[in-house]
């Protein structure tokens, strides 16, 4: 017999990769281990039909899927566990032959086991592992006994593909990017044919990856595993956690999967300790905003309610509060889902949705460990919501997000969900609502004439005429630093009303009041417009937003 010709000779030869494709796949196996074919198959150089046939063609041997399928016939004389741990399954046997449909060629102690327990002589099929789940499930009709070894079984093969190094590789390199990029969010979508990954940068949406079809499953089997998700669980949605270090800093990432047409699609939202800002002063608020801010946090009770959607800075606003309060003399409490950023000095509780462990029930727990300060992740519910109520009503200062479109709105929403206004009336003691802006690359913003037809189409007038500092109307262009976007980072445009006489007399004269500029307070559009005037952001994305 002459000596087999290597697998990478007969891929060279019949030019299904280059020798770029090698060198790369080699440098991986010195640094992470592995072997050619594998490594070549989940870079995406080559497919799986490809790596059988170059197998075949090395090791001289008969593709499954040129087997005369109508010849099928599943031998059931040996133990089927047998066949599910080596993943190698007889499908016909004629005169003194078996035939074996596997996988991997090279499992001589699991073949020549069947040959001494079959005394007939094995002939090997190579079979892509759809081909193997087919061969497996007609194995496995009629018999469940072994079911649990089964999963076990599916759940370590799962394990075996998010450990592989190619694929350690490329979550790790969309990690790196996405942080060094400084994007909020990571989306891995997946579809018919494989998986999309898009990048959250500034609010907005953009791809930057395609995952492959044959790399799918160890992708999403490798971020449940680092998510600490059930990894065999693909029917409903998970909630996890990451922590990785990346260029010397920590990052807790984030990690929520939910089941999809096309398979599991998952979101990791990243939580850098060194982006976000702690102090009310550097939030990118205007000052009349910041005084009015810091005098409600003066309060020594009642219920300060900050609205928006989601990823709109809300929870950062109020992290950036109850670091302004905070001090030694203070004790505050947080109840959250999920607990975002750690607070020195702050007691942080975590909600388990799981286990029954709600806000309302956290609530009602803190209340009996004598706190100064409470603040709430959310208000979703009317139970939740009495509480709040109460803790502000019997001397407590308490902070927490809504999901409403305006700051009054937050007024009409806790009714909606059954709190009674003269309780609303005695407890709430101011209403904020925020969105986050694209702010303008300040390497490339281009300044801009402002004409009497733009002052009046926006109501400028009122707004110029406030402006003590010069005008410095810019539009976006792009450049290389802003990855020519013409915006780099975001900053906040807020509402901030103190819920005092006047509002309540508004609201007392009609229910659906929602004027505020009325009583002398910028509204979301305004406070943008402002920052537009100042060259901070321009008019389209004021407008995009509000």
């Given at each position: ?5 290597s ?6 030869e ?18 992470y281990g ?9 870079l995406?150089v080559?497919s799986q ?10 090791y001289?041997?008969q593709?499954?899927s040129?087997?005369q399928?109508?010849?099928?016939k599943?031998n ?6 047998f ?20 996988h ?12 001494q327990?079959?005394q007939?002589k ?12 087919e ?23 799962l ?16 990690f ?27 609010g907005?949406l ?5 995952i ?45 999967s939910v ?8 979101v ?6 060194e ?34 959607p ?55 727990s ?8 409470i603040?709430?992740g959310?208000?979703r ?25 305006s700051?009054?709105g ?9 709190v ?5 009336k ?15 690359c300040?390497?490339?913003k ?5 004409s009497?037809e ?8 009122p707004?110029v ?19 020519y ?12 009303v ?7 007399k508004?609201?007392d ?6 004027d505020i ?6 509204d ?8 537009f ?14």
């Amino acid at each position: 017999m002459g000596v087999k010709p290597s697998l990478e000779t007969i891929l060279l030869e019949d030019k299904r990769c280059s020798l770029e494709d090698i060198a790369q796949a080699k440098s991986i196996i010195i640094d992470y281990g592995g072997n050619l074919g594998n490594v070549l198959l989940n870079l995406g150089v080559i497919s799986q039909e490809t790596l059988l046939w170059a197998l075949a063609k090395q090791y001289d041997l008969q593709l499954y899927s040129d087997f005369q399928s109508d010849k099928l016939k599943i031998n059931h004389t040996i133990n089927h566990a047998f066949f599910v741990e080596h993943e190698i399954y007889p499908v016909y046997e004629e005169g003194e032959e078996i035939f074996l449909a596997l996988h991997n060629p090279l499992q001589s102690k699991a073949i020549a086991t069947i040959h001494q327990l079959t005394q007939k002589k094995p002939k090997l099929l190579l079979a892509t592992h759809e081909e193997l789940r087919e061969i497996k499930a007609l194995y496995e009709e009629g018999d469940e006994e072994e079911t649990q070894e089964i999963f076990e079984d599916e759940v370590d093969k799962l394990k075996e593909l998010a450990s592989e190094a190619p694929v350690i590789k490329l979550i790790n390199n969309i990690f790196t990017k996405a942080s060094q990029r400084l994007v909020s969010d990571i989306h891995f979508e997946s579809f018919a044919k494989g998986m999309k990954v898009r990048y959250r940068l500034d609010g907005m949406l953009k791809t930057v990856d395609t995952i492959p079809m044959h790399l799918k499953q160890a992708v999403t089997a490798r971020l449940k595993l680092i998510s600490k998700m059930n990894i065999a669980e693909n029917r409903l949605p998970q909630d996890g956690r990451i922590t990785v270090k990346i260029a010397g800093e920590e990052i807790d990432i984030r990690s929520s999967s939910v089941p999809t047409a096309f398979g599991e699609s998952f979101v990791l939202r990243l939580l850098s300790k060194e982006s976000i800002s702690l102090e009310i002063d550097k939030l990118g608020l205007h000052d009349e905003n910041i005084t009015r801010l810091k005098s409600l946090l003066q309060r020594p009770n009642g219920v300060l309610l900050t609205t928006g959607p989601t990823g709109s800075g809300k929870t950062s606003t109020l992290y950036a509060c109850l670091n302004y309060i905070h001090d030694e003399a203070t004790k505050i409490i947080t109840v959250e889902d999920p607990v975002e950023y750690q607070l020195e000095g702050v007691s942080q509780i975590q909600v388990k949705a799981s286990i029954d462990y709600t806000f309302a029930k956290a609530l009602r727990s803190i209340l009996r460990q004598d706190p100064d300060i409470i603040m709430i992740g959310e208000i979703r519910d009317g139970e939740t919501a009495q509480i709040a109520i109460q803790a502000a009503l019997t001397g407590h200062l308490v902070l927490s997000t809504l999901h409403t479109n305006s700051a009054l709105g937050a007024i009409s929403r806790l009714m909606d969900i059954g709190v009674e206004y003269y309780l609303l009336k005695s407890s709430i003691i101011g209403l904020m609502a925020q969105r986050l802006v694209r702010q303008l690359c300040n390497h490339c913003k281009e300044p801009i004439e402002l004409s009497d037809e733009m002052i009046e189409a926006y109501d400028l007038k009122p707004l110029v005429d406030k402006i003590s500092s010069p005008l410095n109307p810019c539009k976006a262009l792009g450049c290389e630093v802003c990855q020519y976007r013409g915006y780099k980072g975001r900053v906040p445009i807020m509402e901030i009303v103190p819920f005092d006489d006047r509002l309540m007399k508004c609201f007392d004269e009609n229910k659906d009041f929602k004027d505020i500029r009325s009583l002398g307070y910028r509204d979301l559009q305004q406070d943008g417009l402002l920052k537009f005037l100042e060259g901070k952001t321009s008019i389209e994305e004021v407008m995009r937003i509000t």
